[in-house]
C-alpha cells in the first residue's frame, strides 16, 4: 500500500542527465524537496507555503522517496553542484569582466 501511495505522487522522467523522479504532473523534483527539507531546513508545511501548486502529501511522499533512494538522489544532488560549479568558472559574468579589467 505504502508504495502505490508514492506511486501516486511520484513519477519518474526522462532529464537531460538521466532519469528524474519528481511530483506528479509539477516540474519539482524529488530533490528540490529534499534539499528544501533536508538542507534548507524548511518544514513540509513551509514547503506547501512557498509552493502552493503541491499538496502536504505531495511534500511527505517525495520525503519518503528520498529515504527510500538516499543514496541516488545525494550523488544527484553532488553532480548538479559540480556541474553548477564547472559553469560559473567557465562563463563570467559582465560584472565579473568589468571588475577584473578595472583590476588588471
Not at 532529464?15 to 513540509?44: M, T
Not at 553532488?78 to 560559473?88: D, G, H, I, M, V
Request: aromatic share 4%; net charge negative.
Amino acid at each position: 500500500m505504502t508504495a502505490d501511495v508514492i506511486q501516486e505522487h511520484i513519477e519518474i522522467v526522462d532529464g537531460a542527465l538521466g532519469p528524474k523522479a519528481r511530483i506528479a504532473g509539477h516540474r519539482i523534483r524529488v530533490l528540490d524537496v529534499a534539499i528544501w527539507h533536508e538542507k534548507l531546513g524548511l518544514s513540509p508545511d513551509e514547503i506547501v507555503e512557498q509552493h502552493p501548486e503541491i499538496t502536504l502529501a505531495d511534500v511527505y511522499a517525495a520525503l519518503a522517496y528520498y529515504w527510500d533512494h538516499q543514496n541516488e538522489i545525494e550523488d544527484a544532488i553532488q553532480k548538479e553542484r559540480s556541474l553548477a560549479a564547472e559553469l560559473r568558472a567557465k562563463i563570467a559574468s559582465p560584472l565579473m569582466e568589468k571588475l577584473r579589467r578595472r583590476i588588471g
